[in-house]
């Protein structure tokens, strides 16, 4: 790939590089048109767009500041997502080796532009799969929550993707779990998923109790909360417990492990580039307030603030 070395450049070859993703419709319009922007910031009144390699940080703040305070602002989110799209495209820059520094990669979203997730501690999180066991060894032998938890905290499904499985997704023999999606601009989030031999044998004593023919889980998304709520949560200590709060104990456990990378990430979570980012992004404000923020023992959801 030749090197570029104007704006105009970048732009055209950024629309190629999207082309090929593969990343939903709406994704792209959303990376593509924010870039956009800040291109037409940079060469408002008629100024010429500056050299690739002059665009710096400030740049990038003086984008954001504007687009912050100018009439019929957008909100918050919108805001950030503006950024998460530079810090893609710059990120994309610096990779393909078309600029030596990334100018967005120092610039900081800004505190608690939204709100972040709850999540379990690792304590709180081996309290719910032992309330997950009790459970499935009591009078009903409910096998749902300990199979449910297993796999989600493993994989970091969504609920949607849990509720959707069937017996034909999961590969015994390769202890993989297929996640698919029949409409075609979401097939970009279909992937193969592997899971321990402890989630297996939750989920083969599942299908052993059940023996479901059609759905994994044959209930609704609310049935399953209701469980989690009224069922495992008392038992584990905790005031709630929800799809939500698996998937990023799953995510953090990921990002604290530092074995896979942004794509292999990305993958695993089913995310587009700027999903992902905005996750990631998430995840390290987590990581960074957690010395402060953790309390041993606490006996609540815990959220970084």
Known sequence: MATVNRLDEALLAYA??????????NTRKAFWGDVNLFAHFLTSGDRPAPPLKAITSEHVRAFIA??????????????ERRLTSL???????????????????????????D???????????MAVLEAA???????????????????????????SECLRLTRDDLDRSARRVWIRYDKKHLKFKERQLLISEECLRALDMHLQRYQPHGRLFDCTGRNLEYIFNRKVAPLAGLEALTFEMLRWTCALRDYRAGAMDDEQLQYKYGLSPLAWSEMEAKLAR???GEGDAFIAGRATPHRAD
């Open 16 to 25: 190629r590089h999207l082309e090929r993703r593969p990343i939903s419709d």
């Open 66 to 79: 504007h687009e912050e305070n100018r009439k019929n602002a957008n909100s918050p989110k919108s805001i």
């Open 87 to 113: 810090k893609v495209f710059f990120r994309w820059l610096h990779q393909s080796g078309h600029i030596a520094v990334d100018p967005a990669e120092g610039v900081p979203y800004k505190p608690l532009v």
């Open 115 to 125: 709100p972040l997730p709850e999540y379990l501690t690792e304590a709180q999180a």
């Open 133 to 159: 066991r009790k459970i499935s060894e009591g009078m009903r032998h409910d096998t749902r929550p300990l199979a449910i938890i297993s796999l989600v905290l493993e994989t970091g499904i969504k609920k």
């Open 286 to 288: 987590i990581v960074k």
